[in-house]
């Protein structure tokens, strides 16, 4: 049992480290982050190796415990706020001046009609890395992932009201990031 | 008027339901103002940015040390 179970081990990850690590990476923004989550997936699976039986697909499997760590990641990393708002003062979208200093000139679907998926895919990625750590899981998981708004609040610990609040700073901001880049 | 509030109320619509009202203002509101007006478009251009993050897509790759290392970590907790 230990010799097929070493076996295996090596061909995870040649077969799903990759697979794995882009995964995580978009959902965490943060490389070496994501690689961490992708040696905890790799250590987990082995430990409950036990507890595969084989019903689902070796990648699905891997991949259940990877989105289970991220989700994990998420409420660790905003657990640690103790004031759940209080960075919409500071942070995003800057008060006030708001749409006055780059008013939308809806032109943003010209571009991407031009642009090859990847370089959206690039550019998006960018914009996503300039919010704050705490919106980009949030944004990831309701617009890349597409959950329902309950599955995303309780992922995340928030009150529907604050996930409307968080969509539309960080929406406005990410327009605003694509715009300078494609227009400035 | 308060852009704000109205580009709020396009967001929020995109997740639930609005109320009457706020249907009302954004609709008003848009019919004066082109900044919120414009704002919808490229509001909808985000959101179909956003799901082309969906497509599996394995561009990035690790290191073949780094590979190696989770394969020598995973075969000493196999070991163990």
């Known amino acids: ?184 | 008027m308060n852009c704000e509030k109205i580009t709020y109320y396009i967001e929020k619509g995109h997740l639930t339901k609005l109320k009457l009202s706020e249907k009302l203002q954004v609709k008003l509101h848009t019919m004066i103002c082109n900044c919120c007006k414009n704002y919808t478009p490229d509001s909808d251009v985000v959101n179909h940015v956003l799901t082309l993050l969906k497509e599996e897509d394995n561009s990035k790759t690790l290191s073949d040390e780094e590979k190696q290392s989770l394969k020598d970590a995973l075969q000493k907790l196999g070991d163990s």
């Open chain 1, 1 to 184: 049992m230990d010799k097929l179970t070493n076996i295996d081990t090596s061909e995870w990850v040649d077969e799903y480290a990759d697979m794995l690590y882009n995964f995580a990476a978009v959902r965490v923004s943060d490389s070496d982050l994501a690689k961490d989550l992708v040696q905890d997936t790799f250590v987990s699976a082995l430990k409950g190796i036990d507890n595969f039986q084989g019903k689902s697909t070796v990648k699905t499997w891997l991949f259940s415990i990877l989105k289970r760590k991220i989700i994990d990641h998420w409420r660790k990393q905003e657990s640690r706020k103790t004031k759940p708002m209080s960075f919409f003062a500071t942070e995003g979208a800057k008060k006030g001046k708001f749409l006055e200093t780059y008013s939308p000139q809806g032109r943003l679907s010209e571009v991407e009609e031009q642009l090859e998926n990847s370089e959206l895919r690039d550019a998006i990625t960018q914009c996503i890395g300039a919010l704050p750590p705490k919106w980009r899981g949030i944004v990831v998981d309701k617009m890349v992932d597409e959950k329902e708004s309950e599955e995303v609040c309780n992922n995340h610990e928030i009150t529907p009201s604050n996930l409307w609040v968080i969509m539309h700073r960080a929406k406005v901001q990410l327009r605003d990031c694509l715009e300078k880049k494609w227009f400035a």
